[in-house]
Nanobody, 120 residues
C-alpha cells in the first residue's frame, strides 16, 4: 500500500499562488498515474488534476484549467500541484491519490490532505 503525505497548503489572498506537494512511499509510485482532488465544505470530493504514469500527459478539471499545473518527480516519489491565480472557490482540503488516468477515478488510499484557504 502506498502511503501519501500532502503538504504546502495555507492561507492566501485571491490572485495568489501556492505549491502543493504529495510525497509517496513505496516502489510503485513511478508506475502509477497520480491525481489531485479537493473537498470544499458541504461538497463532495472532486477531481482537480491528473498526470499519466507513462506519457506524462496531464488532465485538468475545467475550473482549474490554465491556472493549475500538475507535475511529478519520480526520483523523489513526489507529485506537485502549482496553483496560480487562486480564487475563493478554490478553498478546500486537497488530497492526492493514485488514479486511473482515463477515467479520473481514484484508487487506493488517501493521505491526510492539506488545507487551502483563499480569502477574497
Amino acid at each position: 500500500q502506498v502511503q501519501l503525505v500532502e503538504s504546502g497548503g495555507g492561507l492566501v489572498q485571491a490572485g495568489g499562488s501556492l505549491r502543493l506537494s504529495c510525497a509517496a512511499s513505496g516502489r510503485t509510485f513511478s508506475t502509477a498515474s497520480m491525481g489531485w482532488f479537493r473537498q470544499s465544505p458541504g461538497k463532495e470530493r472532486e477531481f482537480v488534476a491528473a498526470i499519466s504514469r507513462t506519457t506524462g500527459s496531464t488532465s485538468y478539471a475545467d475550473s482549474v484549467q490554465g491556472r493549475f499545473t500538475i507535475s511529478r518527480d519520480n526520483a523523489k516519489n513526489t507529485v506537485y500541484l502549482q496553483m496560480n491565480s487562486l480564487k475563493p472557490e478554490d478553498t478546500g482540503v486537497y488530497y492526492c491519490s493514485r488514479i486511473i488516468f482515463n477515467t479520473r477515478a481514484p484508487i487506493g488510499n488517501w493521505g491526510q490532505g492539506t488545507q487551502v484557504t483563499v480569502s477574497s
